[in-house]
Protein backbone atom coordinates (compact mmCIF):
# COMPACT_ATOMS: atom_id res chain seq x y z
CA UNK A 1 0.00 0.00 0.00
CA UNK A 2 2.58 2.56 0.97
CA UNK A 3 4.71 2.04 -2.65
CA UNK A 4 1.27 2.72 -4.12
CA UNK A 5 0.55 6.15 -2.37
CA UNK A 6 3.95 6.76 -2.37
CA UNK A 7 4.22 6.37 -6.56
CA UNK A 8 0.75 8.46 -6.49
CA UNK A 9 2.69 11.05 -4.55
CA UNK A 10 5.55 11.33 -7.01
CA UNK A 11 2.96 11.35 -9.90
CA UNK A 12 1.23 14.45 -8.57
CA UNK A 13 4.49 15.92 -7.85
CA UNK A 14 5.90 15.59 -11.22
CA UNK A 15 2.68 16.69 -12.36
CA UNK A 16 2.71 20.32 -10.21
CA UNK A 17 6.43 20.94 -11.44
CA UNK A 18 5.39 20.42 -15.30
CA UNK A 19 1.77 22.69 -14.46
CA UNK A 20 4.18 25.25 -13.03
CA UNK A 21 6.63 25.33 -15.94
CA UNK A 22 3.89 25.43 -18.37
CA UNK A 23 2.13 28.14 -16.96
CA UNK A 24 5.29 30.29 -16.76
CA UNK A 25 5.86 29.39 -20.08
CA UNK A 26 2.04 30.52 -20.75
CA UNK A 27 2.71 33.64 -19.02
CA UNK A 28 5.68 34.81 -20.93
CA UNK A 29 3.79 33.81 -24.11
CA UNK A 30 0.93 35.74 -23.25
CA UNK A 31 2.98 38.73 -21.88
CA UNK A 32 2.64 40.48 -25.10
CA UNK A 33 -0.99 41.21 -24.38
CA UNK A 34 0.10 41.77 -20.67
CA UNK A 35 2.32 44.65 -21.28
CA UNK A 36 -0.32 45.59 -23.55
CA UNK A 37 -3.02 45.86 -20.75
CA UNK A 38 -0.44 47.46 -18.42
CA UNK A 39 1.09 49.86 -20.79
CA UNK A 40 -2.80 51.11 -21.61
CA UNK A 41 -3.74 51.68 -17.37
CA UNK A 42 -0.88 53.80 -17.36
CA UNK A 43 -0.64 57.72 -17.27
CA UNK A 44 1.44 59.10 -19.82
CA UNK A 45 4.36 60.30 -16.97
CA UNK A 46 4.10 57.27 -15.72
CA UNK A 47 5.06 55.42 -19.06
CA UNK A 48 7.98 57.84 -19.64
CA UNK A 49 9.16 57.56 -16.73
CA UNK A 50 9.05 54.14 -15.74
CA UNK A 51 8.88 52.41 -19.13
CA UNK A 52 6.76 49.42 -20.31
CA UNK A 53 8.00 46.45 -18.42
CA UNK A 54 7.08 47.43 -14.83
CA UNK A 55 3.02 47.74 -13.23
CA UNK A 56 1.55 50.57 -13.33
CA UNK A 57 2.12 53.20 -10.25
CA UNK A 58 -1.68 54.47 -10.44
CA UNK A 59 -4.11 53.49 -12.44
CA UNK A 60 -6.04 55.76 -15.13
CA UNK A 61 -8.55 55.16 -17.83
CA UNK A 62 -7.98 58.25 -19.56
CA UNK A 63 -5.82 56.68 -22.29
CA UNK A 64 -9.42 54.75 -23.02
CA UNK A 65 -11.13 57.29 -22.99
CA UNK A 66 -9.01 59.00 -25.90
CA UNK A 67 -8.39 56.14 -28.01
CA UNK A 68 -12.23 55.59 -28.01
CA UNK A 69 -12.95 58.37 -29.27
CA UNK A 70 -10.02 58.88 -31.92
CA UNK A 71 -10.02 55.45 -33.38
CA UNK A 72 -13.79 55.42 -33.78
CA UNK A 73 -14.23 51.94 -32.76
CA UNK A 74 -17.96 52.24 -32.06
CA UNK A 75 -18.28 52.57 -35.97
CA UNK A 76 -15.83 49.99 -36.70
CA UNK A 77 -17.39 46.90 -34.11
CA UNK A 78 -20.75 48.38 -35.97
CA UNK A 79 -19.60 47.77 -39.32
CA UNK A 80 -17.90 44.44 -38.75
CA UNK A 81 -21.47 43.01 -36.95
CA UNK A 82 -23.27 43.90 -39.20
CA UNK A 83 -20.91 42.16 -41.87
CA UNK A 84 -20.39 39.28 -39.34
CA UNK A 85 -24.24 39.06 -38.60
CA UNK A 86 -25.45 38.80 -42.64
CA UNK A 87 -21.95 37.04 -43.78
CA UNK A 88 -22.11 33.67 -41.61
CA UNK A 89 -25.44 32.60 -41.78
CA UNK A 90 -26.22 33.75 -45.88
CA UNK A 91 -22.71 31.56 -46.33
CA UNK A 92 -23.83 29.06 -44.17
CA UNK A 93 -26.83 28.22 -45.67
CA UNK A 94 -25.48 28.35 -48.82
CA UNK A 95 -22.88 26.34 -47.81
CA UNK A 96 -25.55 23.38 -45.76
CA UNK A 97 -27.89 23.11 -49.45
CA UNK A 98 -24.84 22.83 -51.28
CA UNK A 99 -23.39 20.04 -48.91
CA UNK A 100 -26.74 18.39 -48.57
CA UNK A 101 -26.78 17.90 -52.48
CA UNK A 102 -22.74 16.23 -52.49
CA UNK A 103 -23.89 14.49 -49.28
CA UNK A 104 -27.36 12.95 -49.97
CA UNK A 105 -28.69 14.10 -52.85
CA UNK A 106 -28.44 12.30 -56.94
CA UNK A 107 -26.47 14.80 -58.68
CA UNK A 108 -24.35 14.61 -62.18
CA UNK A 109 -20.28 14.50 -61.37
CA UNK A 110 -20.56 14.35 -57.66
CA UNK A 111 -16.69 14.24 -56.91
CA UNK A 112 -15.66 16.61 -59.44
CA UNK A 113 -17.98 19.11 -58.41
CA UNK A 114 -16.82 17.89 -54.61
CA UNK A 115 -13.24 18.86 -55.76
CA UNK A 116 -13.75 21.80 -57.68
CA UNK A 117 -15.64 23.62 -54.11
CA UNK A 118 -12.57 22.23 -51.83
CA UNK A 119 -10.15 23.61 -54.54
CA UNK A 120 -11.13 27.11 -53.42
CA UNK A 121 -9.11 26.31 -50.60
CA UNK A 122 -6.08 26.95 -51.58
CA UNK A 123 -7.29 30.18 -54.07
CA UNK A 124 -5.79 33.11 -52.24
CA UNK A 125 -8.23 36.22 -51.99
CA UNK A 126 -5.94 38.67 -54.02
CA UNK A 127 -6.68 37.39 -57.27
CA UNK A 128 -10.01 38.16 -56.76
CA UNK A 129 -8.91 41.59 -55.44
CA UNK A 130 -9.22 43.73 -59.00
CA UNK A 131 -12.08 41.94 -60.64
CA UNK A 132 -14.38 42.01 -57.33
CA UNK A 133 -13.00 45.93 -57.17
CA UNK A 134 -13.85 46.87 -60.98
CA UNK A 135 -17.26 44.64 -60.75
CA UNK A 136 -18.44 46.50 -57.67
CA UNK A 137 -17.52 49.95 -58.90
CA UNK A 138 -19.52 49.47 -61.88
CA UNK A 139 -22.42 48.44 -59.31
CA UNK A 140 -21.75 51.37 -57.45
CA UNK A 141 -21.05 49.27 -54.49
CA UNK A 142 -17.84 50.24 -53.97
CA UNK A 143 -16.90 52.20 -49.84
CA UNK A 144 -19.79 50.43 -48.73
CA UNK A 145 -19.37 47.48 -46.80
CA UNK A 146 -21.80 45.68 -48.31
CA UNK A 147 -19.82 45.48 -51.43
CA UNK A 148 -17.52 42.60 -48.83
CA UNK A 149 -20.43 40.07 -48.43
CA UNK A 150 -20.10 38.35 -52.11
CA UNK A 151 -16.63 37.46 -51.94
CA UNK A 152 -16.99 36.87 -48.32
CA UNK A 153 -19.45 34.56 -48.79
CA UNK A 154 -17.79 32.73 -51.81
CA UNK A 155 -14.89 32.84 -49.90
CA UNK A 156 -16.21 30.96 -47.04
CA UNK A 157 -18.07 28.63 -49.07
CA UNK A 158 -14.96 25.89 -49.52
CA UNK A 159 -14.35 25.28 -45.83
CA UNK A 160 -17.92 25.36 -44.85
CA UNK A 161 -18.45 22.68 -47.37
CA UNK A 162 -15.72 20.63 -46.62
CA UNK A 163 -17.05 20.16 -42.72
CA UNK A 164 -20.70 20.11 -43.48
CA UNK A 165 -20.37 17.95 -46.41
CA UNK A 166 -18.51 15.54 -43.71
CA UNK A 167 -20.94 15.70 -41.20
CA UNK A 168 -24.41 15.35 -43.59
CA UNK A 169 -22.68 11.98 -45.13
CA UNK A 170 -22.95 10.53 -41.75
CA UNK A 171 -26.81 11.23 -40.98
CA UNK A 172 -28.37 7.80 -42.13
CA UNK A 173 -29.77 8.06 -45.43
CA UNK A 174 -32.76 5.19 -44.17
CA UNK A 175 -33.86 8.35 -41.69
CA UNK A 176 -34.44 10.88 -45.09
CA UNK A 177 -35.74 7.67 -47.01
CA UNK A 178 -38.03 7.32 -44.38
CA UNK A 179 -39.27 10.76 -44.24
CA UNK A 180 -39.81 10.84 -47.51
CA UNK A 181 -42.06 8.11 -47.42
CA UNK A 182 -43.86 9.84 -45.15
CA UNK A 183 -44.17 12.08 -48.02
CA UNK A 184 -42.13 14.94 -46.60
CA UNK A 185 -40.28 17.36 -49.50
CA UNK A 186 -36.97 18.03 -49.98
CA UNK A 187 -36.81 21.16 -48.17
CA UNK A 188 -38.36 20.36 -45.48
CA UNK A 189 -36.59 17.32 -45.16
CA UNK A 190 -33.25 19.62 -45.43
CA UNK A 191 -34.79 22.00 -42.84
CA UNK A 192 -36.53 19.82 -40.74
CA UNK A 193 -34.18 17.02 -40.45
CA UNK A 194 -30.77 17.24 -41.30
CA UNK A 195 -30.29 21.43 -40.11
CA UNK A 196 -31.48 20.66 -36.61
CA UNK A 197 -30.06 16.96 -36.22
CA UNK A 198 -26.47 19.21 -37.42
CA UNK A 199 -27.05 22.10 -34.81
CA UNK A 200 -23.92 21.67 -33.27
CA UNK A 201 -21.74 21.66 -36.53
CA UNK A 202 -23.73 24.17 -37.86
CA UNK A 203 -22.02 26.33 -34.58
CA UNK A 204 -18.81 25.16 -34.84
CA UNK A 205 -19.15 26.42 -38.29
CA UNK A 206 -20.26 29.60 -37.59
CA UNK A 207 -18.44 30.66 -34.53
CA UNK A 208 -14.78 29.66 -36.54
CA UNK A 209 -16.54 31.90 -39.64
CA UNK A 210 -17.22 34.88 -37.77
CA UNK A 211 -13.84 34.94 -36.62
CA UNK A 212 -12.36 35.10 -39.62
CA UNK A 213 -14.69 37.35 -41.20
CA UNK A 214 -14.41 39.70 -38.39
CA UNK A 215 -10.68 39.40 -38.49
CA UNK A 216 -10.41 39.59 -42.84
CA UNK A 217 -8.09 43.13 -44.37
CA UNK A 218 -7.36 42.28 -48.21
CA UNK A 219 -10.42 42.69 -49.30
CA UNK A 220 -11.80 45.49 -46.83
CA UNK A 221 -8.85 47.29 -47.88
CA UNK A 222 -9.11 47.05 -51.35
CA UNK A 223 -13.09 47.92 -51.53
CA UNK A 224 -13.56 50.21 -48.34
CA UNK A 225 -12.21 53.81 -47.97
CA UNK A 226 -14.00 56.31 -46.06
CA UNK A 227 -13.51 56.07 -42.40
CA UNK A 228 -17.11 55.90 -41.76
CA UNK A 229 -17.09 52.49 -43.56
CA UNK A 230 -13.97 51.19 -42.01
CA UNK A 231 -14.33 47.67 -40.15
CA UNK A 232 -11.92 46.63 -37.40
CA UNK A 233 -9.01 45.74 -39.06
CA UNK A 234 -9.02 48.96 -40.91
CA UNK A 235 -9.50 51.16 -38.33
CA UNK A 236 -6.54 49.31 -36.11
CA UNK A 237 -4.73 50.42 -38.88
CA UNK A 238 -5.67 53.80 -39.55
CA UNK A 239 -5.44 53.71 -35.49
CA UNK A 240 -1.74 52.94 -35.31
CA UNK A 241 -1.17 55.78 -37.78
CA UNK A 242 -2.01 58.58 -35.56
CA UNK A 243 -0.38 57.22 -32.52
CA UNK A 244 3.08 56.46 -33.01
CA UNK A 245 4.57 58.35 -30.13
CA UNK A 246 2.13 57.68 -27.84
CA UNK A 247 2.30 54.25 -25.75
CA UNK A 248 -0.36 54.40 -23.63
CA UNK A 249 -3.20 55.29 -26.21
CA UNK A 250 -1.94 53.18 -28.92
CA UNK A 251 -2.23 50.22 -26.92
CA UNK A 252 -5.37 51.64 -25.21
CA UNK A 253 -7.13 51.18 -28.70
CA UNK A 254 -5.00 48.28 -29.42
CA UNK A 255 -6.89 46.57 -26.61
CA UNK A 256 -10.39 48.24 -27.47
CA UNK A 257 -9.96 46.89 -30.67
CA UNK A 258 -9.47 43.30 -29.77
CA UNK A 259 -11.32 42.94 -27.10
CA UNK A 260 -14.32 41.45 -28.65
CA UNK A 261 -12.24 38.72 -30.16
CA UNK A 262 -10.67 38.15 -26.75
CA UNK A 263 -14.19 37.87 -25.23
CA UNK A 264 -15.78 35.74 -28.21
CA UNK A 265 -12.63 33.33 -27.87
CA UNK A 266 -13.48 33.18 -23.94
CA UNK A 267 -16.50 31.91 -24.65
CA UNK A 268 -16.40 29.98 -27.34
CA UNK A 269 -13.07 27.89 -27.54
CA UNK A 270 -14.17 24.97 -26.71
CA UNK A 271 -16.07 25.18 -30.16
CA UNK A 272 -13.53 26.56 -31.92
CA UNK A 273 -11.07 24.00 -30.93
CA UNK A 274 -13.45 20.98 -32.27
CA UNK A 275 -14.32 22.66 -35.24
CA UNK A 276 -10.50 23.24 -36.23
CA UNK A 277 -9.73 19.70 -35.77
CA UNK A 278 -12.99 18.69 -37.46
CA UNK A 279 -11.60 20.78 -40.20
CA UNK A 280 -8.58 19.44 -41.19
CA UNK A 281 -8.65 15.65 -40.04
CA UNK A 282 -12.32 15.32 -40.71
CA UNK A 283 -13.75 11.80 -41.02
CA UNK B 1 -16.86 15.49 -31.17
CA UNK B 2 -20.06 16.16 -31.72
CA UNK B 3 -20.34 15.14 -35.32
CA UNK B 4 -19.28 11.50 -34.08
CA UNK B 5 -22.42 11.48 -32.38
CA UNK B 6 -24.28 10.20 -35.43
CA UNK B 7 -23.10 7.10 -36.28
CA UNK B 8 -24.96 5.02 -39.40
CA UNK B 9 -25.88 1.82 -38.31
CA UNK B 10 -22.69 -0.68 -39.49
CA UNK B 11 -24.60 -3.02 -41.59
CA UNK B 12 -26.49 -0.62 -43.78
CA UNK B 13 -23.46 1.94 -44.43
CA UNK B 14 -24.26 4.40 -47.38
CA UNK B 15 -26.57 2.35 -49.58
CA UNK B 16 -26.07 3.81 -52.93
CA UNK B 17 -29.28 6.16 -53.86
CA UNK B 18 -31.49 3.66 -54.56
CA UNK B 19 -34.38 4.09 -57.21
CA UNK B 20 -36.80 1.58 -56.62
CA UNK B 21 -39.83 4.01 -55.60
CA UNK B 22 -41.91 5.94 -58.54
CA UNK B 23 -42.00 8.83 -56.05
CA UNK B 24 -38.57 9.06 -56.12
CA UNK B 25 -38.01 8.49 -59.77
CA UNK B 26 -38.95 12.58 -59.91
CA UNK B 27 -36.42 13.36 -57.43
CA UNK B 28 -33.92 13.01 -59.86
CA UNK B 29 -30.55 14.97 -60.32
CA UNK B 30 -32.37 18.02 -60.25
CA UNK B 31 -33.28 18.34 -56.49
CA UNK B 32 -29.50 18.05 -56.41
CA UNK B 33 -28.99 20.62 -58.62
CA UNK B 34 -31.58 23.18 -57.19
CA UNK B 35 -29.68 22.68 -53.70
CA UNK B 36 -26.12 23.64 -55.49
CA UNK B 37 -27.10 26.08 -57.36
CA UNK B 38 -27.45 29.01 -54.83
CA UNK B 39 -23.82 28.51 -53.58
CA UNK B 40 -22.28 27.26 -57.07
CA UNK B 41 -23.84 30.87 -58.32
CA UNK B 42 -22.05 32.97 -55.63
CA UNK B 43 -18.83 30.92 -55.95
CA UNK B 44 -18.50 31.13 -59.36
CA UNK B 45 -19.72 35.05 -59.62
CA UNK B 46 -17.34 35.54 -56.83
CA UNK B 47 -14.23 33.20 -56.84
CA UNK B 48 -13.95 31.20 -60.03
CA UNK B 49 -14.73 34.24 -62.15
CA UNK B 50 -12.74 37.06 -60.67
CA UNK B 51 -9.71 34.08 -60.76
CA UNK B 52 -10.39 33.55 -64.57
CA UNK B 53 -10.37 37.24 -65.26
CA UNK B 54 -7.23 37.79 -62.91
CA UNK B 55 -5.45 35.57 -65.65
CA UNK B 56 -6.86 37.54 -68.71
CA UNK B 57 -6.25 41.06 -67.07
CA UNK B 58 -2.71 39.71 -66.21
CA UNK B 59 -2.46 39.39 -69.98
CA UNK B 60 -3.27 43.62 -71.11
CA UNK B 61 -2.02 46.60 -69.69
CA UNK B 62 -5.28 48.13 -68.07
CA UNK B 63 -4.45 50.88 -65.66
CA UNK B 64 -7.50 50.25 -63.68
CA UNK B 65 -9.32 53.40 -64.98
CA UNK B 66 -9.53 53.84 -68.62
CA UNK B 67 -12.16 52.11 -70.70
CA UNK B 68 -9.51 50.20 -73.18
CA UNK B 69 -6.73 47.83 -72.50
CA UNK B 70 -4.70 46.43 -74.68
CA UNK B 71 -3.42 43.20 -74.72
CA UNK B 72 0.52 42.61 -74.29
CA UNK B 73 1.09 38.87 -74.09
CA UNK B 74 3.78 37.82 -71.17
CA UNK B 75 5.41 41.24 -71.42
CA UNK B 76 3.72 41.62 -67.40
CA UNK B 77 5.23 38.04 -66.80
CA UNK B 78 8.44 39.67 -68.36
CA UNK B 79 8.53 42.80 -66.53
CA UNK B 80 7.98 40.42 -63.55
CA UNK B 81 11.31 38.49 -63.97
CA UNK B 82 13.40 41.45 -64.21
CA UNK B 83 11.43 43.59 -61.26
CA UNK B 84 14.45 43.69 -58.65
CA UNK B 85 11.45 44.15 -55.94
CA UNK B 86 10.05 40.76 -57.16
CA UNK B 87 13.09 39.29 -56.65
CA UNK B 88 13.25 40.61 -52.92
CA UNK B 89 10.12 39.55 -52.74
CA UNK B 90 10.47 35.75 -53.83
CA UNK B 91 12.82 35.54 -51.72
CA UNK B 92 11.24 36.92 -48.70
CA UNK B 93 8.02 35.08 -49.65
CA UNK B 94 11.06 31.51 -49.59
CA UNK B 95 12.34 32.24 -45.93
CA UNK B 96 9.04 33.09 -44.72
CA UNK B 97 7.24 29.41 -45.91
CA UNK B 98 10.60 27.75 -44.44
CA UNK B 99 10.85 30.16 -41.36
CA UNK B 100 7.04 30.17 -40.63
CA UNK B 101 6.49 26.39 -41.37
CA UNK B 102 9.23 24.92 -39.81
CA UNK B 103 9.39 26.66 -36.45
CA UNK B 104 5.68 26.61 -35.90
CA UNK B 105 5.81 23.11 -36.59
CA UNK B 106 8.60 22.27 -34.16
CA UNK B 107 7.34 24.48 -31.31
CA UNK B 108 3.57 23.06 -31.46
CA UNK B 109 4.91 19.52 -31.27
CA UNK B 110 7.25 20.52 -28.12
CA UNK B 111 3.98 22.27 -26.94
CA UNK B 112 1.43 19.34 -27.51
CA UNK B 113 3.83 16.57 -25.91
CA UNK B 114 4.51 18.77 -22.97
CA UNK B 115 0.75 19.72 -22.35
CA UNK B 116 0.05 15.95 -23.29
CA UNK B 117 1.60 15.00 -20.06
CA UNK B 118 -0.37 14.83 -16.24
CA UNK B 119 -1.21 18.42 -16.03
CA UNK B 120 -3.37 20.06 -13.86
CA UNK B 121 -5.00 23.25 -15.33
CA UNK B 122 -4.48 21.62 -18.57
CA UNK B 123 -7.69 22.67 -21.17
CA UNK B 124 -6.51 26.46 -19.72
CA UNK B 125 -2.99 26.52 -20.73
CA UNK B 126 -4.46 25.03 -23.92
CA UNK B 127 -6.41 27.74 -24.15
CA UNK B 128 -4.00 30.60 -23.07
CA UNK B 129 -1.47 29.19 -26.13
CA UNK B 130 -3.91 28.97 -29.19
CA UNK B 131 -5.23 32.28 -28.16
CA UNK B 132 -2.38 34.23 -30.23
CA UNK B 133 -4.07 32.43 -33.49
CA UNK B 134 -7.40 34.04 -33.20
CA UNK B 135 -6.26 37.62 -33.24
CA UNK B 136 -6.83 40.06 -36.19
CA UNK B 137 -3.46 39.63 -37.67
CA UNK B 138 -3.48 43.65 -38.18
CA UNK B 139 -3.93 43.46 -34.13
CA UNK B 140 -0.96 41.80 -33.84
CA UNK B 141 1.14 43.23 -36.25
CA UNK B 142 0.39 46.69 -34.39
CA UNK B 143 1.32 45.64 -31.07
CA UNK B 144 4.63 43.65 -32.49
CA UNK B 145 5.31 46.68 -34.65
CA UNK B 146 4.86 48.96 -31.39
CA UNK B 147 7.20 45.91 -29.25
CA UNK B 148 9.94 46.29 -32.00
CA UNK B 149 9.93 50.01 -32.17
CA UNK B 150 13.54 51.91 -31.74
CA UNK B 151 12.52 52.73 -27.55
CA UNK B 152 9.96 49.74 -27.56
CA UNK B 153 9.73 46.89 -25.02
CA UNK B 154 12.34 44.72 -26.84
CA UNK B 155 15.03 46.86 -26.91
CA UNK B 156 14.25 47.33 -23.83
CA UNK B 157 14.17 44.19 -21.85
CA UNK B 158 17.42 43.94 -23.75
CA UNK B 159 19.08 46.31 -22.10
CA UNK B 160 17.70 44.90 -18.82
CA UNK B 161 19.45 41.82 -19.03
CA UNK B 162 22.27 43.23 -19.43
CA UNK B 163 22.26 43.01 -23.97
CA UNK B 164 21.83 46.34 -24.51
CA UNK B 165 24.31 46.62 -27.24
CA UNK B 166 22.26 44.33 -29.06
CA UNK B 167 19.73 47.26 -29.11
CA UNK B 168 18.79 47.81 -32.46
CA UNK B 169 15.91 49.35 -34.89
CA UNK B 170 14.55 46.15 -35.58
CA UNK B 171 12.20 47.20 -38.33
CA UNK B 172 14.37 50.15 -39.46
CA UNK B 173 16.43 48.35 -40.87
CA UNK B 174 16.15 46.26 -43.99
CA UNK B 175 18.81 43.35 -42.80
CA UNK B 176 16.57 42.65 -39.80
CA UNK B 177 12.93 43.89 -40.65
CA UNK B 178 11.78 40.78 -42.82
CA UNK B 179 13.22 38.56 -39.67
CA UNK B 180 11.60 40.43 -36.98
CA UNK B 181 7.86 40.33 -38.99
CA UNK B 182 8.45 36.77 -38.73
CA UNK B 183 8.62 36.49 -34.76
CA UNK B 184 4.99 37.69 -34.83
CA UNK B 185 4.11 35.26 -37.54
CA UNK B 186 5.32 32.01 -35.39
CA UNK B 187 3.47 33.43 -32.28
CA UNK B 188 0.59 33.17 -34.17
CA UNK B 189 1.20 30.31 -36.23
CA UNK B 190 2.02 27.63 -33.56
CA UNK B 191 -1.57 27.18 -31.89
CA UNK B 192 -2.83 25.16 -34.43
CA UNK B 193 -0.25 22.73 -34.87
CA UNK B 194 0.00 22.35 -31.27
CA UNK B 195 -3.77 21.54 -31.23
CA UNK B 196 -3.28 18.73 -33.87
CA UNK B 197 -0.71 17.53 -32.43
CA UNK B 198 -2.42 17.44 -29.56
CA UNK B 199 -5.46 15.77 -30.72
CA UNK B 200 -3.45 12.87 -32.61
CA UNK B 201 -1.00 12.20 -29.41
CA UNK B 202 -4.57 11.53 -27.27
CA UNK B 203 -5.41 8.90 -30.32
CA UNK B 204 -2.15 6.98 -29.73
CA UNK B 205 -3.27 4.02 -27.92
CA UNK B 206 -1.39 3.82 -24.84
CA UNK B 207 -0.48 0.08 -24.88
CA UNK B 208 1.78 0.74 -27.69
CA UNK B 209 3.85 2.41 -24.36
CA UNK B 210 3.07 0.06 -22.39
CA UNK B 211 4.57 -2.64 -24.97
CA UNK B 212 7.53 -0.73 -25.56
CA UNK B 213 8.35 -0.15 -22.01
CA UNK B 214 7.85 -3.84 -21.10
CA UNK B 215 10.40 -4.53 -24.61
CA UNK B 216 12.58 -1.63 -22.44
CA UNK B 217 12.45 0.84 -24.66
CA UNK B 218 13.91 4.33 -23.59
CA UNK B 219 12.02 7.92 -23.54
CA UNK B 220 13.33 8.97 -26.65
CA UNK B 221 12.96 5.25 -28.36
CA UNK B 222 9.72 5.53 -27.85
CA UNK B 223 8.92 8.92 -29.21
CA UNK B 224 11.73 8.10 -32.05
CA UNK B 225 9.40 4.93 -32.81
CA UNK B 226 5.93 5.42 -31.52
CA UNK B 227 4.97 8.84 -31.64
CA UNK B 228 6.32 10.37 -34.31
CA UNK B 229 5.52 7.70 -36.93
CA UNK B 230 1.94 7.99 -35.47
CA UNK B 231 1.38 11.48 -36.22
CA UNK B 232 2.52 11.05 -39.81
CA UNK B 233 -0.84 12.14 -41.31
CA UNK B 234 -0.85 14.99 -39.51
CA UNK B 235 2.98 16.36 -40.47
CA UNK B 236 1.43 15.66 -43.95
CA UNK B 237 -2.01 18.27 -43.12
CA UNK B 238 -0.16 20.35 -41.32
CA UNK B 239 2.37 20.96 -43.77
CA UNK B 240 -0.22 21.35 -46.62
CA UNK B 241 -2.12 23.77 -44.77
CA UNK B 242 0.77 25.40 -44.28
CA UNK B 243 2.10 26.27 -47.41
CA UNK B 244 -1.64 27.03 -48.66
CA UNK B 245 -1.45 29.85 -45.49
CA UNK B 246 2.42 30.96 -46.45
CA UNK B 247 1.71 31.71 -49.80
CA UNK B 248 -0.65 34.47 -49.08
CA UNK B 249 1.33 36.36 -46.29
CA UNK B 250 -0.11 40.04 -46.49
CA UNK B 251 -1.39 41.37 -42.96
CA UNK B 252 1.63 41.17 -40.43
CA UNK B 253 3.95 42.92 -43.63
CA UNK B 254 1.33 45.64 -44.46
CA UNK B 255 0.82 46.10 -40.90
CA UNK B 256 4.34 46.31 -39.73
CA UNK B 257 6.51 47.78 -42.48
CA UNK B 258 4.19 48.26 -45.72
CA UNK B 259 7.01 46.59 -47.22
CA UNK B 260 9.93 49.32 -46.26
CA UNK B 261 12.62 49.76 -45.55
CA UNK B 262 13.35 50.75 -49.31
CA UNK B 263 11.04 47.78 -50.24
CA UNK B 264 13.35 45.07 -48.55
CA UNK B 265 10.36 43.30 -46.54
CA UNK B 266 7.75 43.13 -49.46
CA UNK B 267 6.20 39.93 -49.96
CA UNK B 268 4.49 39.02 -53.16
CA UNK B 269 0.85 40.07 -52.09
CA UNK B 270 1.77 44.00 -50.92
CA UNK B 271 4.04 44.07 -53.87
CA UNK B 272 0.94 43.14 -55.93
CA UNK B 273 -0.94 45.49 -53.61
CA UNK B 274 1.02 47.96 -54.82
CA UNK B 275 1.11 47.86 -57.74
CA UNK B 276 -2.52 47.62 -57.99
CA UNK B 277 -4.22 50.14 -55.99
CA UNK B 278 -1.00 52.78 -55.65
CA UNK B 279 0.79 52.42 -58.72
CA UNK B 280 -2.53 51.81 -60.77
CA UNK B 281 -0.37 49.02 -62.67
CA UNK B 282 -3.74 46.34 -62.72
CA UNK B 283 -2.30 44.15 -65.27
CA UNK B 284 0.92 43.94 -63.83
CA UNK B 285 -0.48 43.57 -60.09
CA UNK B 286 -2.63 40.87 -61.25
CA UNK B 287 0.31 39.08 -63.20
CA UNK B 288 1.91 39.09 -59.81
CA UNK B 289 -1.42 38.08 -58.11
CA UNK B 290 -1.38 34.88 -60.56
CA UNK B 291 2.02 34.01 -60.10
CA UNK B 292 0.78 33.42 -56.21
CA UNK B 293 -2.04 31.96 -56.95
CA UNK B 294 -0.39 29.48 -59.50
CA UNK B 295 1.79 28.51 -56.25
CA UNK B 296 -0.73 28.49 -54.00
CA UNK B 297 -3.16 25.57 -55.75
CA UNK B 298 -0.07 23.49 -56.82
CA UNK B 299 1.49 22.96 -53.40
CA UNK B 300 -2.59 22.23 -52.41
CA UNK B 301 -3.64 20.29 -55.17
CA UNK B 302 -2.33 17.28 -53.46
CA UNK B 303 -4.56 17.96 -49.94
CA UNK B 304 -7.64 18.99 -51.88
CA UNK B 305 -7.49 15.95 -53.93
CA UNK B 306 -7.02 13.82 -50.58
CA UNK B 307 -9.88 15.67 -48.49
CA UNK B 308 -12.43 15.46 -51.85
CA UNK B 309 -11.70 11.63 -51.97
CA UNK B 310 -12.34 11.35 -47.94
CA UNK B 311 -15.82 13.03 -48.92
CA UNK B 312 -16.84 10.72 -51.89
Known amino acids: MTTYTRRQARRRRRALAGTAVMLVFAFFWVSPVLILITTAVKSAADFASSGAISLPSSLTFANFQSAWSVGQFGTAFRNSGL ?6 PLGILLAALLSYALAQLKIHFRSSLTFFMLLGLTVPIFIAAVPVFTLLRQAGLIDNIWGLLPPYVAFGLPFEVLILTAFFRRIPHELIEAARIDGAGELRIFFGIVLPLSLP ?27 EHRTVPLSLLNFQGQFTTNFPALSAGILIALLPILIWYGLSQRWIVSGLLAGAIKG | ?6 QAPPVVSRPAHPSGWPKLRARGPLTGWAFAAPALIVYVAFLVYPALNSAYLSFTNWN ?20 SVVHT ?39 V ?22 DGVVNALLHDIGLGSLQHAWLGDSTTAIWAIMVPAIWVRTGFPMLLYLAALQGIPAEYYEAARVDGAGRWQRFRHIT ?4 RTTHYILIALSLIETARVF ?8 GGPGNSTQVLGTWMYFNVFQGYRFGYGTAIAVVIAFISILVGIPYVRSQARDLR
Not at chain 2, 1 to 6: E, G
Not at chain 2, 64 to 80: C, E, M, R
Not at chain 2, 228 to 231: I, Q
Not at chain 2, 251 to 258: Q, R
Open chain 1, 83 to 88: VVLVKV
Open chain 1, 201 to 227: VLITVAILDAVATWNELTMALVLLSSP
Open chain 2, 1 to 6: MARDTL
Open chain 2, 64 to 83: GLSPTKAFVGFQNYIALVHD
Open chain 2, 89 to 127: AVRNNLFWALVTIVVPLVLGLALALAVNTHLYLRSFIRT
Open chain 2, 129 to 150: LYMPAVLPLVGVGVIWGWLFQP
Open chain 2, 228 to 231: FPSL
Open chain 2, 251 to 258: DLVYAMTS
